[in-house]
């Protein structure tokens, strides 16, 4: 059975850094890009960050990009999210997920690419 489960979350004040962590079990990601995603309340979801299985190569949306790195540990079980100079407006809960259909990240991420969302974790950003 394949399953994500985000942790890291919490409370901080603007201009601080949090670090998400996604652990994926059932699932080898040598195989699958992963995609960190993020909901905040009343708004679709969103692409943030991907990490290409193929060649360890990363892409950001435009809002995070020299904010936020995506990283794998060497076991390979485990992505990270680095979220750096954090903004009221990164207040969403995040998600990490992987995409069945492509080694490889490109923008835009579509969400219907990926599968195995966990249940999130919540990241508030105070002013």
């Known amino acids: 059975q394949v399953m994500f489960v985000e942790s890291g979350g919490g409370l901080v004040q603007s201009g601080g850094s949090l670090r998400l962590s996604c652990a994926a079990s059932?699932?080898?990601?040598?195989?699958?890009?992963i995609g960190w995603f993020r909901q905040a309340p009343g708004q679709a979801r969103e692409a943030v960050s991907c990490?290409?299985?193929?060649?360890?190569?990363?892409v950001n949306v435009d809002s995070v990009e020299g904010r936020f790195t995506i990283s794998r540990d060497p076991a390979k079980t485990t992505v990270y999210l680095q979220m750096d100079n954090l903004k009221p407006e990164d207040t969403a809960r995040y998600y990490c997920a992987a995409n069945l259909m492509r080694r490889r990240c490109v923008l835009p991420m579509t969400l219907h690419e990926f599968s195995y969302w966990g249940q999130g974790t919540q990241v508030t950003v105070s002013t």
């Open positions: 059932g699932l080898h990601l040598d195989y699958y890009a």
């Open positions: 990490l290409s299985a193929s060649d360890g190569s990363t």
